[in-house]
């Protein structure tokens, strides 16, 4: 059935049972849903009707289903149907099911690959997304991956998978740690029981910018996804069932702001445990006050004011639940005398009043809420580092920018750390009996001195005589920007250090070596390749560039 037909024929089913209700009068509501009329959710092909225990209600919902099927043919499936009962209704178990003919099933239930749970997530609960992750890094197994490839596979499948269950639920922290063991170690040691960590793991989860991966942290991922729901409330989008829901059943007359967290469900209580992170955020537009609550909303630079004033109310002779529009009048501030010296500061810093109605935005560009900003609020951005632009363009080739990145940040396996001591440390590229450190490979090395040589003869390269550090900060500022000149320079050094590693592990683990003449040819054709296969604008800078690479033209689809 097509979700437009399936919509219409519910509406259908929801007429006939609304009408049997109000012909009956003695219909039981479920729990918590007769201030909404509650009585049936429908999503996607699925239908739950909800009620009391009560054997009249149920009777009342076999009633409707078969007059449904007589006008529809829709006839319910028994052995695709359930009926599940709190453990209070247990004595009448027997009546119910003879009553619809259905399965009794049992909480909680999984729908959409969730469960159904209000109640506290254990890790019980959450093993079908571990076993998911477990389940398609298993599948990768038999695929020859680089790290950058890794790096590609958690951002944009093993994320998704948590991303669908934190939209849903505030995860618990020991399942968060589980996902990141799991992608810590899919990261570093792939598919086989080898390797380590080499950066530490919050490291690998800032920005790109801020000299990490760009991967999210889960935590902040999962409070931001959450934060969504309570913006929702926040701005009383009265459209989601939710969000009316919450508005009638748990706020009723309170205000998110100040209702109090240690009532409802743990997961509600832990969603009212983010708002002191969004209100710095939020921004009230004063319009003509029927939508801001007075004392609770903090529509005011000092935040709600009945935290800081309790006593507001009696000494301003307005009432507690009031709204902003009983001290406005004519779009100007009309407050009562107020003889509080304390009180007096709400007169001194109100914001000015605009004409229409209140308005409620996030502060953003466009006022609009987005989990990329509010993941900033839990995972607050650090320093930038000037060497990330080296990591960049429209020539990387990702496989080469992250050994650079693990270069730039010092974590390469050289021989000079500690733990390999054992295994002795001269560098086995020049086999100088000097020790192998990162200063040392890029570019004190004789080998490496010397496929510089090779590269240079075909493209003119500069590069200071520096040690490694201070050659990056070097590049750093000499090749940013978007120019392709320096593009196409910070992808060649980035080919640069990546087969000089390849070359040295080839030597140390497989008796493997070539030349430097073979290495340097390599790296400039493999750069030259890379530059072929992005088309460019026709522009003075993209024809120097072919020219700088010796690149024949005009080269088939040059211009974009």
């Known amino acids: 059935?097509?979700?437009?037909?399936?919509?219409?024929?519910?509406?259908?089913?929801?007429?006939?049972?609304?009408?049997?209700?109000?012909?009956?009068?003695?219909?039981?509501?479920?729990?918590?849903?007769?201030?909404?009329?509650?009585?049936?959710?429908?999503?996607?092909?699925?239908l739950l009707l909800l009620c009391k225990a009560d054997v009249r209600s149920v009777n009342l919902f076999r009633q409707g289903l078969d007059?449904?099927?007589?006008?529809?043919?829709?006839?319910?499936?028994?052995?695709?149907?359930?009926?599940i009962l709190s453990k209070a209704a247990s004595g009448l178990r027997d009546s119910l099911l003879a009553t619809l003919g259905f399965q009794e099933g049992q909480l909680p239930v999984r729908y959409l690959g969730l469960p159904l749970i209000s109640a506290r997530l254990s890790i019980a609960d959450c093993q079908p997304l571990l076993q998911k992750i477990d389940s398609r890094i298993k599948g990768w197994e038999g695929v020859q991956l680089s790290f950058a490839g890794r790096v590609q596979l958690i951002k944009s499948v093993l994320i998704s998978f948590e991303v669908y269950w934190a939209m849903a639920f505030i995860l618990p922290k020991g399942i968060i740690k589980e996902m990141m063991k799991r992608l810590r170690t899919f990261l570093w040691k792939g598919n086989s029981a080898s390797g380590y960590p080499k950066v530490a793991w919050e490291a690998v989860c800032r920005p790109i910018d801020e000299g990490g991966l760009g991967i999210k942290d889960i935590l902040a991922l999962n409070r931001a996804l959450m934060s969504k729901h309570l913006w929702a409330v926040i701005k009383q989008d009265r459209t989601s069932l939710w969000v009316d829901w919450i508005i009638k059943v748990r706020l009723r007359e309170c205000s998110i702001w100040t209702v109090k967290d240690n009532k409802g469900a743990w997961g509600w209580r832990k969603m009212l445990s983010l708002r002191h992170y969004l209100m710095p955020h939020i921004h009230y537009r004063v319009g003509d006050g029927d939508s801001i609550s007075l004392w609770h909303d903090p529509w005011h630079p000092l935040g709600p004011l009945i935290t800081r004033f309790p006593r507001g109310p009696q000494l301003t002779s307005t009432g507690l639940l009031d709204k902003l529009s009983v001290v406005i009048n004519d779009g100007q501030w009309n407050w009562p005398l107020i003889t509080d010296i304390a009180c007096l500061q709400i007169t001194y810093m109100l914001p000015p009043i605009v004409e229409g109605p209140d308005r409620i935005s996030w502060k953003s560009k466009d006022g609009s809420f987005n989990t990329s900003t509010a993941y900033d609020l839990f995972h607050p951005p650090g320093p930038k580092v000037a060497w990330s632009s080296l990591l960049t363009g429209p020539f990387k080739i990702p496989k080469n920018c992250f050994i650079l990145w693990l270069a730039i940040m010092g974590r390469l396996s050289t021989l000079d750390k500690p733990w390999l001591h054992h295994i002795g440390g001269n560098c086995i590229l020049c086999q100088d009996g000097l020790t192998e450190t990162h200063d040392h490979l890029f570019f004190s090395c004789s080998f490496s001195r010397r496929c510089f040589a090779i590269i240079r003869q075909q493209i003119p390269l500069p590069w200071p005589h520096r040690d490694w550090q201070h050659g990056v900060q070097w590049a750093s500022s000499r090749w940013r920007g978007k120019h392709v000149v320096n593009a196409a320079f910070r992808s060649l050094l980035a080919s640069i250090v990546y087969h000089i590693w390849q070359e040295r592990n080839a030597r140390r683990f497989q008796q493997h070596s070539r030349p430097p003449s073979i290495v340097g040819r390599l790296v400039v054709e493999e750069i030259r390749q890379r530059i072929m296969s992005i088309p460019l604008r026709h522009s003075v800078s993209s024809i120097g560039l072919y020219r700088l690479w010796k690149i024949p033209w005009p080269v088939e689809g040059f211009t974009k």
């Open 67 to 83: 007059r449904f099927a007589t006008l529809s043919g829709l006839n319910t499936n028994p052995q695709k149907s359930q009926l």
């Open 1 to 46: 059935m097509s979700p437009y037909l399936f919509v219409l024929v519910m509406e259908v089913l929801h007429m006939i049972l609304q009408q049997l209700i109000e012909q009956d009068g003695e219909f039981q509501y479920h729990w918590r849903c007769q201030e909404l009329n509650l009585f049936q959710l429908s999503f996607a092909d699925d």
